[in-house]
Structure formats: C-alpha cells, structure tokens
C-alpha cells in the first residue's frame, strides 16, 4: 500500500493524531509505522469499536446439553472408548497444542506464564516441564513422539523459544515441537482511537487464545499437521499443572460418537461458582458465561439432582484436524475487555493511566464450537484434571494448584 493511500486512510477513519505524529517522527521510525499500519484493518477496527459493549450472546434460546460422565460408565464401555482412542494415537495420529500466548496479568508474572516455577514436589518445576513431562510419560506409553505445537504471542515468543533451548527442551525430541505465534490487535482509546506506544509504534495485543485457529493456518501448523497426518488435536491451557492432553478415553468417546470437536469439563463448585457452562443455544454447542446464566437457570437441576447447566469449560478441549481447518477459515466473535493503557500523546508525552482507558479484543477457543452440531462432553474429577494458577493467591493460585498436584502424583504414582 503507497503511503498517500495510508494516510487518507487514516483521515477516513479519523485517526488525524497518527498523521501528525507521523509528520514529526525520525525517519526510520516514521518507516516502521508507517509499515504497521499497512497491515491494519482500519474498517475492522471501526467495527470492533462500535460494537464493543454488544453482547453477543444475549439472544437465543438456551437449552441444557447433553454429556457423559466418566464415573458412570461401565467397566466395559470405559475398556471400549479406551481401546478406541489408544489405537489412533499409537498409531501416530494425536498431537498437542498450548496456548501460551496469554500476558498471566492476574498472576502478575513477566514473561511467558510457562516459565512459572511451581513449588510442587519432589522439586520445583516450570509450567512448560511439567507439561513436557507429561506428554514425555504419553511417549513412553505409547511408543510414539507427540508433535507438540506451542501457540505464543508477538510479545513473549522470543522469551519462550529461548527458554526451551536453555531448558534443552526439557529432553523432549526437538524436531517435534513448533512454535507459532498468534495475531494481534489494535488497542482503542475511550473515543474510538488508535494509540501509540513507547516504541513508536501503534499499540496492539494478542487476539485471544480463539487466535489459535486462524494463527494455526497462517503459521503453517496446519499445513505440518496435514504432513504428519495427524487427525486429533488436543488444545489445552499453559497454566493447568494436572492437565491430562492425552486421553485415549475422550478420544475414544468422540470417535465413537462420530463428533468433531470435544471437551472435558467439570461441575461447577456450587450453582453459582463464577465460571462459563456448557449449554446449546438455539440447538448449538456453546460455553455461555455465568453472567448470562438467570439465577433461576443456574440453580436447575434434571431428574437426579444434578445441574442443568453445571458443566465447566476448563480449556480441555479435542478437534479433529478437519475440525480446526475449518474453524481456521471462519471469523470467531470478538469480545472487548477495558484495561489500562499507557500511551504517547502527539508530542510523544507519555500518558500514564490509572485507570481503565482503552478497548482490547479477544476472541475465545469455545465460540468455536457453535460451528458444529454437535460436541462430545466428557464429565471428569476436578482433582484429576483441572488445576488452574490464575490468580496470585486464594482460589486458582500457585498454592491451590500445587496442593491438587501433589495430590494427583502420590495417587498416580
Ligand atoms: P486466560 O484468559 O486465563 O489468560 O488464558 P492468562 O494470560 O492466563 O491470564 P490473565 O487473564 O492475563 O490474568 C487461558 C489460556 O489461554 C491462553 C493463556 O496463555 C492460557 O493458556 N491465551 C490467552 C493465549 O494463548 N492467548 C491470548 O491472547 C489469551
């Protein structure tokens, strides 16, 4: 794109801040900014500002889904899943991948959350090894090398990499992990415009971990995984220390319930726990947030006590290679978060804020599944799959997911 057209662009879009501090820019910055902008989507981001506070799950009718609860089955069905999902990962067909592109701003960490040492037992371990450990034990079980693909953002991808290599990739096969990086996007002030940061360049974040798919087709992982021929892909969170990525038993349930995509989850603490529950909506799979759930709603249950609406997303979550090719083709929604922002002004003073000033977008991996008609739901234990570090202390933290940890280890020895 010629610069005279950037710049009408930006008239047209009434961001005249960036043209004058454009015009009084050094050179080479000048050249740097001037090349960001080519690759916004100005009309996009108009469209994002403008529907920032739309719910985009407001309407619809909300109905309960329905799932399979691991405890329940029978001794034989439990064998038949299990056998099922063995058999193609055995066979070379099952890969994993992290999303670790998220900022952990709640656990106040710097860098990739990844590197988090946890103080579990016998000694202390980053968030990264453990997984590597665990997909390492999947190894061994199974006689194969599991490509795992490690989704990290502009921001901490370097930090990330050079960690591994340090780490010597915790003795995992090299050649089997790939890193790829998710898009971001502009960040947007109060009145609708774009800021400018510290590094003279436009301010801009990741997309949300729902970048993953459209990351994936960009980056080449799809085009790896069609190589490899890999038919199942597991997607699970940086920062869940007992995360179970391979389940021949959740693989086995989805191939035999012919769905694409599946999810584990767990039931809600209580009816009111502060978490998205599976529901579908206008007859869809969908994770709708507790804040969209009537009081009435959360508390119902069906005909053996158990919540209608109490099964937790817990970013456990199975595609099959055709499912991700697809979604990695669609547009996810986007929702807006207000944070807090620091920014050059036209005379390139630094603004300090206080308090929240400027939109970010992020689009979500579970508004993926409104794309299928059907999902598999797996009911597990808490204790043996989710322990989340979100939070500095109390619920969700460092504490909480070491206990469960060491707990799980010393009854799975
Ligand atoms: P969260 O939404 O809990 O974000 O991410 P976070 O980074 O861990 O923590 P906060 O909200 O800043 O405190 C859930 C998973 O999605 C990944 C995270 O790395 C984590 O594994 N994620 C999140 C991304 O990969 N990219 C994103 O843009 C956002």
């Not at 900014?33 to 529907?51: C, P, S």
């Not at 399979?68 to 990962?89: F, W």
């Not at 070379?92 to 946890?118: D, I, V």
């Not at 959360?298 to 979550?317: F, K, P, R, V, W």
């Amino acid at each position: 794109m010629e610069e005279t057209k950037v710049i009408s662009l930006l008239k047209e879009y009434h961001q005249e801040h960036i043209i004058q501090a454009l015009s009084h820019m050094q050179e080479e910055k000048r050249e740097g900014l001037l090349n960001q902008l080519k690759d916004i989507d100005l009309e996009q981001m108009k469209k994002l500002y403008e529907n920032k506070n739309v719910d985009y799950n407001t309407d619809g009718k909300i109905t309960p889904i329905s799932y399979v609860d691991k405890q329940r089955l029978s001794k034989e069905q439990l064998e038949k899943y299990v056998a099922i999902g063995e058999q193609k990962i055995k066979s070379g067909k099952y890969a994993f991948a992290t999303m670790a592109g998220g900022q952990g701003t709640r656990l106040g960490c710097h860098g990739p959350k990844g590197k988090f040492m946890l103080d579990i037992l016998p000694e202390p371990k980053s968030l990264f090894e453990i997984l590597a450990n665990s997909l390492k034990r999947a190894n061994q079980k199974y006689d194969v090398s599991i490509p795992w693909y490690i989704m990290t953002s502009r921001e901490n991808n370097q930090d990330t990499i050079e960690f591994f290599e340090e780490n010597q990739y915790f003795g995992y096969n090299k050649k089997d992990i790939m890193f790829f990086t998710q898009n971001e996007l502009p960040l947007i002030s109060e009145q609708g415009k774009l800021l400018l940061g510290e590094d003279f360049l436009i301010k801009e974040a990741a997309d949300g971990n729902g970048g993953i798919f459209e990351s994936m087709l960009r980056s080449g992982v799809l085009a790896d995984m069609n190589k490899r021929d890999i038919q199942w892909i597991f997607i699970g969170s940086v920062d869940n220390a007992i995360l179970q990525m391979v389940d021949p038993l959740l693989l086995g349930l989805t191939i035999s319930q012919n769905h694409e995509i599946a999810s584990k989850t767990v039931t809600k603490a209580n009816p009111h726990e502060r978490v998205g529950v599976f529901c579908k909506k206008n007859g869809l799979p969908k994770v709708i947030e507790y804040t969209e759930l009537s009081e009435e709603m959360a508390e119902q249950t069906d005909e053996n006590g158990e919540l209608l609406y109490g099964e937790s997303h817990i970013m456990c979550n199975l595609f099959s290679r055709k499912a991700l090719e697809k979604i990695s083709k669609e547009k996810l929604a986007y929702h807006s978060a207000f944070k807090k922002a620091n920014y050059l002004d036209e005379n390139f003073n630094l603004v300090v804020s206080d308090k929240p000033n400027a939109y970010k977008f992020e689009a979500f991996i579970f508004d993926s599944f409104e794309f299928f008609d059907d999902i598999t739901i797996l009911r597990s234990k808490r204790e043996e799959e989710f322990a989340p570090i979100k939070n500095k202390e109390g619920a969700d933290s460092p504490e909480t997911a070491k206990k469960l940890y060491n707990d799980f280890w010393k009854l799975n020895k």
